[in-house]
Structures are given as structure tokens and as C-alpha cells.
């Protein structure tokens, strides 16, 4: 088959350029003593002295590392044990109930964490309701210990994810075993499928640790009525601290979190490897039958219930309540005060309507260019045998290891920086680019799934009766991997749309989206113009992920 090396050789470095540049910057930034468009900056570790000394940074580094372990503590058995309930038993209403389960991953987490408030905040909806029954409320939502259990509850999805795709391809050869053996549900559980699927669950682990080092909006809403910083929040605030554009001091702050970030990301890679290796030989006689709960059946379905109820009901409704009642607290009857006037408010502004017009474009037209950028990187390396696609592989990682807040900021100074961009700087493009090269790792292996059910055998006797490369890649390849690309602009759709910190640093007076507009409204008080926004987001949303499960996608593919 004809090919073009230098084609491929440019997407390669074309792709390292964008992803290692705004890294390149950022390092650069945290050993001068100013900012960088300052002619007086020079070279200096000063600005690492500043923080390291800084209370508020070790402050910052331990609750971190606490909310990342705690989380972790808790989203990986109760994730590993959700995925052998709904993979391996009989488990009721679990054909439905799978795209409930990843509600999470597809909703803000601000959005979610201002629900949270609404409904169960000190004046929340159900906090009033409960008070006259319980006498003092006996749960502070601003505690460390509310944050920890509500981060880890909200990414149990992600653990449910990698651990439910590895029990499908364990066959139940083992299982069926140790039922003959009469093993109960729960010690088939512990001693045989999680063991099979351990790899996944470790890679889940490794996971969550990481995206505990970088959460930012959670602890960012629910963090600041008590004073408490993570490493994400300290770098939003930083500049308070100087009253002045301290980029050198965030650009330390960014390499301390990266540092940190780009070791769980490697160590991710590993044990995704490992756990590739982890196939069990299906038995000619086994069938999946289910797993028969017994007892246990009803009590497991409502643990399930429950977990949907705190991590997904909850927060929704609170936060929808919200945005129909004109005021809300102590002794407010709600049908009293029910209103439409904060989604009026939001039709009337025109910077809302501008976010929603802009986080609309962005997920469908920035979604549709991403996955053509995805899909020339995805056939780049399509049975290409080089070091150059090994390099391209791991390039395509790099990004996961910058947590949104921070590529955003990055990806300003890269506008800032490079005066061919300059003029670029500020508009939708500079927020499309730095969205799709955050979500690299996850566009690309979506696009690499779908060349994967690619059979070699068409593509070689398109080739062998005088197809170049390119009428293979047209009339051969793509065709085939259409609707797996529609797949992919639609899950794209929807993680562009709920985005929210990498727009932070970026959106200026006409590039608002949906998403750093919430933050910015939430830091001026404005909970109404907020509550309606977020209930537009999560619709905005759910209308995406419904076209796609209509469409037979699978998201938790």
C-alpha cells in the first residue's frame, strides 16, 4: 500500500507542537521573577522560593493529598463492587440503569456541587425540611469530611467504568466454579472476579488519585465558606494575594501540580497494559448466566438507589428547584414563591445568551473539527509499524497530565506569547484549541476503538488492485468507522459542553461559555442568573447524551 511518510511525520510534529508548547511556556514562565511580558522579568527561582514558603501552599498541597486519597478510599470498592453488581448478577433494573450511573462524568462538577448546596446546604431545601424531625442538622456540608465523601462519591463512575469493561472480558468460566462450590455473591466477589479484573481496578485507582489533585470546582464552591484550599483553588486565588498578575508565582503552582500529575498518568499507561493481559479463555459449555443474588437481590438494588439518590437525584433537583423559586431559607413556602424569572433573566442578558450561543458552537461545531483532528492523528497511526507512532501515542497522554485549570492559563500565555497568535488570543479559537488538545487522550482513543473493528483484510485488497493510501483512507477506511465517528462527536458534544475550568483564564468579553460563566457569576453572588444557567447546561447536556444513546452509542465505551 502507497503511503506518505512526511505526511505522517508532519501530524506528528505538528501534534507535538500543540501539546508540548503550552508545558514549554509554563516552565519557562515559573524560572523568571515576573511575568513574562514584562521587559524587566528575569531569570530566577525566586518565584519557587515564594511559594514554598508560602502557609498557604502547604496548606493547600495537604488537603489536597487528603481530598485525593479519601476520594480514592472511596470510589474504588464501592465502583469495583457497582460494576460486579451490574455486570455479573441478577441485579434488578441493571439494563436500564447504566446510563444513570454515569450521570456524574457528563455534569459540571460546579453544577453539581452548587445542587449540593441548595439541597442540603445550611439553609438547603432538605436541610429545612429535616431540621424539625433531627433538631440540629447533623451534617456540615462545608466540612472536610462532606467534601472527601461527596468527591468520592461522584467519581465512583469513572472506577465503575474501567472495572465494568474489564469484567466483560473475563469469561465466567471461574465464577461458575465457585458457585458450584456454593460460594455466596459476595465471596465470589472478593475471590474470584475482582481479583481477575485487579489491573483495571488499580488503573481506576491511579485514576481518581489524579483527578483528586487537579479537582477544582467541587472544592472551589464547597471549600470557600470555611477558607479551605486545594492546589487548584490556591492558583485561582494567587493573584489576591499580590493585587497584581502573579503569573510567575501560578506558573510554579502549575508545575508543582503537573509534576505530580505526569507520574500518575505514566503509571495509568503501565497497568493499562497489565490490564490488557488479563483475558480469561471462555468454557464452550458456559453461558453468562447471571449471578443469582438471593436475598440480597432487593437490599443490593436499594444500596444502588440510594447511591443514585445522593449522587445524582439530589444535587439535579436541588439545583433545578432552585431556579424556579424567586427566594428560598427559613420559613418560605414554595409554592408561594415559585417564578420564571431567572430564565427570563438569562434570555435578557445578553453575556448568558452569548455563553449559551458560544458552548452550543463549541460542542458542535468545535466538537465535529475535534474529531476530525482526532481521527487524522488516529489514522496517522493506523497500522503504521514506526517509533514515530510509539512517540505519538504517548504525546497524545501528555495533555491528561494538565488539569483543565491549568491548560487553560497555559494556553493564555501561549496566546500571549507567540505573536503569530496574538491576534487569535481572546477568541473562540484559542478556547476550541485548548479544549481539544486537553481531551486528546480521550478523543483519540475513541477514534482509535472504531479503526480498531477495522478488518486489515478490506484495507489490503483495496490496496492490492492499485489504491493509493489516501482512496483507501476515503472510500475504504472512513466509510467504515462512520458511525463510530458520529459516536464520538456526540460523547465530544457532550464533554465540551459541560467543560468549564479550562475556559476559566481564557473567555474574554465576547467568548464566554456556559461553564466559566457559572464560576464568574457564582463569585459575584448572582445564584439566580446561575441556578437557570446550570439547569440550561445540564439540558443542554442530556439533550446530546440522548441522541447518542437513540443513536446506540455506548458510553461506557
Same mark, same amino acid.
Given at each position: 500500500?502507497?503511503?506518505?511518510?512526511?505526511?505522517?511525520?508532519?501530524?506528528?510534529?505538528?501534534?507535538?507542537?500543540?501539546?508540548?508548547?503550552?508545558?514549554?511556556?509554563?516552565?519557562?514562565?515559573?524560572?523568571?521573577?515576573?511575568?513574562?511580558?514584562?521587559?524587566?522579568?528575569?531569570?530566577?527561582?525566586?518565584?519557587?522560593?515564594?511559594?514554598?514558603?508560602?502557609?498557604?501552599? $502547604?496548606?493547600?498541597?495537604?488537603?489536597?493529598?487528603?481530598?485525593?486519597?479519601?476520594?480514592?478510599?472511596?470510589?474504588?470498592?464501592?465502583?469495583?463492587?457497582?460494576?460486579?453488581?451490574?455486570?455479573?448478577?441478577?441485579?434488578?433494573?441493571?439494563?436500564?440503569?447504566?446510563?444513570?450511573?454515569?450521570?456524574?462524568?457528563?455534569?459540571?462538577?460546579?453544577?453539581?456541587?452548587?445542587?449540593?448546596?441548595?439541597?442540603?446546604?445550611?439553609?438547603?431545601?432538605? +436541610?429545612?425540611?429535616?431540621?424539625?424531625?433531627?433538631?440540629?442538622?447533623?451534617?456540615?456540608?462545608?466540612?472536610?469530611?462532606?467534601?472527601? +465523601?461527596?468527591?468520592?462519591?461522584? $467519581?465512583?463512575?469513572?472506577?465503575?467504568?474501567?472495572?465494568?469493561?474489564?469484567?466483560?472480558?473475563?469469561?465466567?468460566?471461574?465464577?461458575?466454579?465457585?458457585?458450584?462450590?456454593?460460594?455466596?455473591?459476595?465471596?465470589?466477589?472478593?475471590?474470584?472476579?475482582?481479583?481477575?479484573?485487579?489491573?483495571?481496578?488499580?488503573?481506576?485507582?491511579?485514576?481518581?488519585?489524579?483527578?483528586?489533585?487537579?479537582?477544582?470546582?467541587?472544592?472551589?464552591?464547597?471549600?470557600?465558606?470555611?477558607?479551605?484550599?486545594?492546589?487548584?483553588?490556591?492558583?485561582?486565588?494567587?493573584?489576591?494575594?499580590?493585587?497584581?498578575?502573579?503569573?510567575?508565582?501560578?506558573?510554579?503552582?502549575?508545575?508543582?501540580?503537573?509534576?505530580?500529575?505526569?507520574?500518575?498518568?505514566?503509571?495509568?499507561?503501565?497497568?493499562?497494559?497489565?490490564?490488557?493481559?488479563?483475558? +480469561?479463555?471462555?468454557?464452550?459449555?458456559?453461558?453468562?448466566?447471571?449471578?443469582?443474588?438471593?436475598?440480597?437481590?432487593?437490599?443490593?438494588?436499594?444500596?444502588?438507589?440510594?447511591?443514585?439518590?445522593?449522587?445524582?437525584?439530589?444535587?439535579?433537583?436541588?439545583?433545578?428547584?432552585?431556579?424556579?423559586?424567586? +427566594?428560598?431559607?427559613?420559613?418560605?413556602?414554595?409554592?408561594?414563591?415559585?417564578?420564571?424569572?431567572?430564565?427570563?433573566?438569562?434570555?435578557?442578558?445578553?453575556?448568558?445568551?452569548?455563553?449559551?450561543?458560544?458552548?452550543?458552537?463549541?460542542?458542535?461545531?468545535?466538537?465535529?473539527?475535534?474529531?476530525?483532528?482526532?481521527?487524522?492523528?488516529?489514522?496517522?497511526? $493506523?497500522?503504521?509499524?514506526?517509533?514515530?507512532?510509539?512517540?505519538?501515542?504517548?504525546?497524545?497522554?501528555?495533555?491528561?497530565?494538565?488539569?483543565?485549570?491549568?491548560?487553560?492559563?497555559?494556553?493564555?500565555?501561549?496566546?500571549?506569547?507567540?505573536?503569530?497568535?496574538?491576534?487569535?488570543?481572546?477568541?473562540?479559537?484559542?478556547?476550541?484549541?485548548?479544549?481539544?488538545?486537553?481531551?486528546?487522550?480521550?478523543?483519540?482513543?475513541?477514534?482509535?476503538?472504531?479503526?480498531?473493528?477495522?478488518?486489515?483484510?478490506?484495507?489490503?485488497?483495496?490496496?492490492?488492485?492499485?489504491?493509493?493510501?489516501?482512496?483507501?483512507?476515503?472510500?475504504?477506511?472512513?466509510?467504515?468507522?462512520?458511525?463510530?465517528?458520529?459516536?464520538?462527536?456526540?460523547?465530544?458534544?457532550?464533554?465540551?459542553?459541560?467543560?468549564?475550568?479550562?475556559?476559566?483564564?481564557?473567555?474574554?468579553?465576547?467568548?464566554?461559555?456556559?461553564?466559566?460563566?457559572?464560576?464568574?457569576?457564582?463569585?459575584?453572588?448572582?445564584?439566580?442568573?446561575?441556578?437557570?444557567?446550570?439547569?440550561?447546561?445540564?439540558?443542554?447536556?442530556?439533550?446530546?447524551?440522548?441522541?447518542?444513546?437513540?443513536?446506540?452509542?455506548?458510553?461506557?465505551?
Amino acid at each position: 500500500m502507497k503511503s506518505f511518510p512526511w505526511i505522517r511525520v508532519a501530524v506528528v510534529v505538528v501534534t507535538a507542537v500543540a501539546i508540548l508548547t503550552p508545558l514549554a511556556i509554563i516552565l519557562y514562565q515559573s524560572l523568571l521573577d515576573g511575568p513574562f511580558f514584562m521587559a524587566a522579568s528575569r531569570g530566577s527561582l525566586e518565584a519557587f522560593r515564594f511559594v514554598f514558603v508560602d502557609p498557604d501552599f $502547604h496548606r493547600a498541597l495537604g488537603t489536597t493529598a487528603a481530598l485525593a486519597a479519601g476520594m480514592t478510599a472511596i470510589a474504588v470498592p464501592l465502583g469495583s463492587l457497582l460494576a460486579f453488581l451490574m455486570i455479573r448478577t441478577d441485579l434488578p433494573g441493571r439494563n436500564w440503569l447504566e446510563p444513570l450511573l454515569l450521570v456524574p462524568i457528563f455534569v459540571s462538577p460546579v453544577v453539581l456541587s452548587l445542587g449540593y448546596i441548595v439541597a442540603v446546604g445550611p439553609v438547603g431545601f432538605i +436541610t429545612i425540611w429535616a431540621r424539625p424531625f433531627l433538631g440540629e442538622t447533623p451534617w456540615n456540608l462545608y466540612s472536610m469530611a462532606s467534601i472527601i +465523601t461527596i468527591a468520592g462519591l461522584t $467519581h465512583i463512575p469513572y472506577v465503575y467504568l474501567y472495572a465494568s469493561s474489564a469484567l466483560r472480558s473475563v469469561g465466567p468460566d471461574l465464577e461458575e466454579a465457585a458457585r458450584t462450590a456454593g460460594a455466596g455473591p459476595l465471596r465470589v466477589a472478593i475471590d474470584v472476579s475482582l481479583p481477575l479484573v485487579r489491573p483495571a481496578i488499580l488503573y481506576s485507582g491511579v485514576l481518581i488519585l489524579f483527578l483528586g489533585f487537579e479537582l477544582f470546582g467541587l472544592p472551589l464552591v464547597l471549600g470557600d465558606p470555611e477558607g479551605r484550599l486545594v492546589l487548584a483553588t490556591y492558583l485561582y486565588k494567587l493573584t489576591n494575594k499580590l493585587g497584581v498578575p502573579s503569573y510567575h508565582l501560578m506558573a510554579v503552582v502549575a508545575v508543582v501540580i503537573v509534576a505530580i500529575s505526569f507520574p500518575l498518568v505514566w503509571m495509568q499507561r503501565k497497568l493499562l497494559g497489565q490490564a490488557n493481559r488479563f483475558v +480469561t479463555m471462555r468454557g464452550k459449555g458456559m453461558s453468562d448466566r447471571p449471578l443469582p443474588l438471593g436475598p440480597w437481590r432487593w437490599p443490593a438494588a436499594a444500596l444502588m438507589a440510594a447511591w443514585l439518590l445522593a449522587t445524582v437525584v439530589l444535587p439535579l433537583v436541588g439545583i433545578t428547584l432552585r431556579s424556579f423559586v424567586s +427566594t428560598w431559607g427559613e420559613g418560605v413556602r414554595l409554592s408561594e414563591v415559585l417564578t420564571l424569572d431567572h430564565f427570563r433573566e438569562v434570555f435578557d442578558d445578553g453575556r448568558a445568551m452569548r455563553a449559551i450561543a458560544n458552548s452550543v458552537g463549541i460542542a458542535i461545531v468545535g466538537g465535529a473539527l475535534a474529531v476530525a483532528v482526532y481521527t487524522v492523528i488516529g489514522l496517522t497511526s $493506523h497500522r503504521w509499524k514506526s517509533r514515530l507512532t510509539r512517540a505519538l501515542d504517548y504525546l497524545v497522554m501528555v495533555p491528561r497530565g494538565m488539569p483543565g485549570l491549568i491548560a487553560g492559563l497555559a494556553f493564555l500565555w501561549v496566546f500571549l506569547f507567540v505573536k503569530p497568535l496574538r491576534p487569535l488570543g481572546g477568541t473562540l479559537f484559542s478556547v476550541w484549541l485548548a479544549y481539544t488538545v486537553v481531551w486528546f487522550a480521550y478523543g483519540n482513543r475513541i477514534v482509535s476503538s472504531a479503526l480498531m473493528q477495522v478488518g486489515p483484510e478490506l484495507e489490503e485488497a483495496a490496496s492490492t488492485i492499485g489504491a493509493s493510501r489516501g482512496q483507501v483512507i476515503r472510500h475504504v477506511t472512513l466509510p467504515l468507522i462512520r458511525f463510530g465517528l458520529v459516536g464520538a462527536w456526540l460523547l465530544i458534544f457532550a464533554i465540551f459542553m459541560r467543560e468549564y475550568s479550562i475556559g476559566v483564564y481564557l473567555y474574554g468579553p465576547d467568548t464566554e461559555v456556559i461553564g466559566s460563566l457559572i464560576v464568574s457569576l457564582w463569585g459575584a453572588g448572582s445564584m439566580d442568573l446561575v441556578a437557570a444557567l446550570s439547569v440550561i447546561n445540564v439540558l443542554l447536556v442530556a439533550a446530546g447524551l440522548g441522541v447518542a444513546l437513540r443513536l446506540g452509542v455506548r458510553l461506557n465505551a
